[in-house]
């Protein structure tokens, strides 16, 4: 844990280590300031964690939440597009390597794509069993452990909306990024011992 969160650190990103969910939550509600534009990755962490409850309650500021009930595909879509100019972006990460690299897949590319460019704080919420020695594990995590979970959540999702499952491996994540660094105090991450998300 130690060498990869000095590899973070040489990196570029800033980073906070807490032992759980809560500590994690106290610490991102810090990063959300009034009057700001957030937008969001899809992360089962930050709505685990409560904080995407919190998000939507919040009066002072103007969430681009793509996840709104209700909500037709193309203002979802137009939501996705107006939080990569947020100026803040919140998500998480599929795996995090112990050379301090951030690794993701991704099936529209709005999470990875405000990751690399774009917002002009982005704030990542990681459980530490999301830590993996490099890149070829780092890829083989989304492939065995992060995409089909989220294929499970996703087809479900689409079934108690009397839609079709549609999400396969085939199409979960078209886009991939390997992150190896950020201009300092650009991107926050928030590592959580609690294990959270997928």
Known sequence: MKATIENLERNGF????????HEAFALAKTCVTSGITVGL???TTVAQMGLLDWLQAHETITLYNQYEEGISREEAYERRRQGLLSDLFIASSNAITTAG???NADGDGNRVA??????????????????????????ERIRTVAAPQNIDRMNAK??????EPRWTQANIGKKFATITGDKPGRTTLILVEETLGF
């Open 14 to 21: 800033t980073v906070h280590h807490v032992a759980t969910a």
């Open 158 to 163: 689409a079934i108690a909306m009397g839609q």
């Open 101 to 103: 690299e951030l690794v």
């Open 41 to 43: 990755g899809g992360s």
């Open 114 to 139: 405000a990751q690399i460019f774009g917002p002009r704080q982005v704030l990542l919420i990681v459980s530490t069993h999301k830590i993996v020695p490099d890149r070829v594990a780092a890829f």
